[in-house]
């Protein structure tokens, strides 16, 4: 089974880009997995961010498709986050999950992204 | 896309059986048998305890079974135990090619 890890800053500006990277290890994204980023507000509920296929394939929550950008690059086994314009409200523990039917099976420990100046 | 609906909380005594109801529409719910449930303890990430409305994964306990009716989907933990204290959440997916999460459900043992 395969074993995930986000990492990036832990700390972005209002207004900046939040950029998160999960690394995928034991089993490579070449596969029937999608790849979701799902966030968790502190104390609050789950949100689903988006997803991406290994051939690049990807959807997106409409309440952030505006600003979101998920990318695979199998040469590193990674997938990436990219959020714009953050607030605030974009303060979460961001978590990559990997699926290949309607649940997530496997999801990484989580990386607390807080948003203040 | 708004999240599916579940009850805040949700209590039982050691022994008995609880039932967190996940309200949605028939573009998510009621569409497609995709229900799934989660369970997260504090600090930790999400288990999937029930996948395909009514699937339990292997080593979770036959304790934990799921239903769906129309655009509800329930979850039922039947001989509450200590350690089932823990936030619940469902998710579905959508026709809009998403996925949606319920608001969360706190199981309280008494």
């Known amino acids: 089974q395969v074993q995930l890890q986000e990492s990036g800053p832990g700390l972005v500006r209002p207004s900046g880009t939040l950029s998160l990277t999960c690394a995928v290890s034991g089993g490579a994204i070449s596969s029937d997995d999608w790849w979701s980023w799902v966030r968790q507000p502190p104390g609050k509920g789950l949100e689903w961010i988006g997803e991406i296929s290994h051939s690049g394939g990807a959807h997106y929550s409409p309440s952030l498709m505006s600003r979101v950008t998920i990318s695979v690059d199998k040469s590193s086994n990674q997938v990436s986050l990219r959020l714009t314009s953050v607030t605030a409200a974009d303060t979460a523990v961001y978590y990559c999950a990997a699926h290949r039917a309607y649940s997530f099976p496997t999801w990484g420990h989580g990386t607390l992204v807080t948003v203040s100046s | 896309q708004s999240a599916l609906t579940q009850p805040a909380s949700v209590s039982g005594s050691p022994g008995q059986s609880i039932t967190i109801s996940c309200t949605g529409t028939?573009?998510?719910?009621?569409?497609?048998?995709?229900v799934a449930w989660y369970q997260q303890h504090p600090g930790k990430a999400p288990k999937v305890m029930i996948h395909?409305?009514?699937n339990r994964p292997s080593g979770v306990p036959d304790r934990f079974s799921g239903s769906k009716s129309g655009n509800t989907a329930s979850l039922t933990i039947s001989g509450l135990q200590a350690e089932d204290e823990a936030d619940y959440y469902c998710?579905?997916?959508?026709?809009?090619?998403?996925?949606?999460f319920g608001t969360g459900t706190e199981v309280t043992v008494l």
């Open positions: 998710s579905s997916y959508t026709s809009s090619i998403t996925y949606v």
């Open positions: 028939s573009s998510d719910i009621g569409g497609y048998d995709s």
């Open positions: 395909d409305v009514s």
